[in-house]
């Protein structure tokens, strides 16, 4: 889901990128904020390994 900050329009599609430009198309100047629904963040960076099991 993206959303223009300060009109609160927004666009949810699968693909952050596919929803960002139809946002953009319709609002040129938006402040897009990028959300993942259902979960806290869109991405992550990075890894941790796994501690085997006991």
Do not use: Y
């Amino acid at each position: 889901m993206v959303i223009d900050l300060e009109t609160g329009v927004f666009e949810v599609d699968a693909s952050e990128v596919a929803a960002g430009n139809r946002l953009e198309a319709s609002h040129p100047d938006a402040q897009i904020w990028v959300i993942r629904i259902g979960a806290r963040c869109v991405r992550r960076f990075g890894g941790r390994t796994k501690k085997p099991l006991a």
